[in-house]
């Protein structure tokens, strides 16, 4: 061989040799510097976080002449007395800081709203007796229609809407209860059913006040 061959031969076998040794030599350990700075950081991170918790102070609301003391406003609310109701209730909690005021419907007596709900059922059904009254009342048994139909019938666009806004004056009149109770602690301080009358503002704060006093005073026997 000359020396041509001996370098084309020696120096595959020198790179395989050279891979085998660093395939089978050991792997040099890791800085430890990095290591240790990740404890330090994980060691320090929770000092950073513990903070002091924030200090709490009572609030007005808690603390308020009003707390603890609930005020119901019982309105009829097809009577569109909501605005009154919401103009007492932001007067309280402004004057009794700390109060409960509520507001809810006060419903009319059982007989009236039995008659609201038989009130479109009676507009319909005359709607329909102007409609198709030639063909109802023989099925009825009458031989021909009264003369009261003839007169309806003459004008029935005027009949029916006459018809109508009776009807829905009528079931608007029937689901009214025109109330406007007022109640503090569960005690009637105002009712407009008896006095026919909405409230002051000013007397509706004395009311309120006068009751909260004595319920304090009954409280503390």
């Not at 084309?8 to 120096?11: D, E, K, P």
């Not at 102007?130 to 009458?142: D, K, N, Q, S, T």
């Given at each position: 061989m000359d020396r041509t061959q001996l370098l084309?031969?020696?120096?595959p076998l020198f790179l395989f040799?050279?891979?085998?040794?660093?395939?089978?030599?050991?792997?040099?350990?890791?800085?430890?510097?990095?290591h240790h700075h990740h404890h330090h950081h994980s060691d320090s991170q929770p000092l950073i976080r513990q903070?002091?918790?924030?200090?709490?102070?009572?609030t007005q609301k808690d603390s308020g002449i009003g707390h603890g003391n609930t005020v119901?406003?019982?309105?009829c609310s097809s009577c569109s007395y909501?605005?009154?109701?919401?103009?007492?209730?932001?007067?309280?909690?402004?004057?009794?800081?700390?109060?409960?005021?509520?507001?809810?419907?006060?419903p009319p007596p059982l007989p009236k709203r039995l008659l609201s709900k038989v009130v479109p059922v009676?507009?319909?059904?005359a709607?329909?007796?102007?409609?198709?009254?030639?063909?109802?009342?023989?099925?009825?048994?009458?031989?021909?229609?009264?003369q009261w139909y003839y007169s309806m019938r003459a004008n029935r666009f005027g009949s029916m809407a006459s018809i109508?806004?009776?009807?829905?004056?009528?079931?608007?009149?029937?689901?009214?209860s025109g109330a406007f109770e007022v109640y503090c602690n569960g005690e009637l301080v105002f009712s407009k059913i008896k006095e026919s009358r909405f409230p002051g503002e000013i007397e509706l704060k004395d009311l309120v006040s006068r009751r909260i006093a004595n319920w304090r005073v009954m409280g503390g026997l």
């Open positions: 084309l031969v020696g120096l040799c050279s891979d085998i040794i660093q395939l089978f030599s050991p792997q040099p350990p890791k800085p430890a510097d990095h903070q002091p918790p924030p200090l709490e102070f009572p119901s406003i019982d309105f909501r605005g009154t109701a919401v103009t007492m209730k932001n007067m309280l909690e402004s004057q009794f800081p700390g109060m409960h005021v509520v507001l809810a419907n006060y009676v507009q319909f059904g709607i329909g007796i102007i409609v198709a009254g030639e063909h109802i009342f023989p099925r009825l048994g009458f031989a021909a229609p009264p109508w806004l009776l009807g829905n004056f009528l079931q608007s009149f029937l689901q009214s």
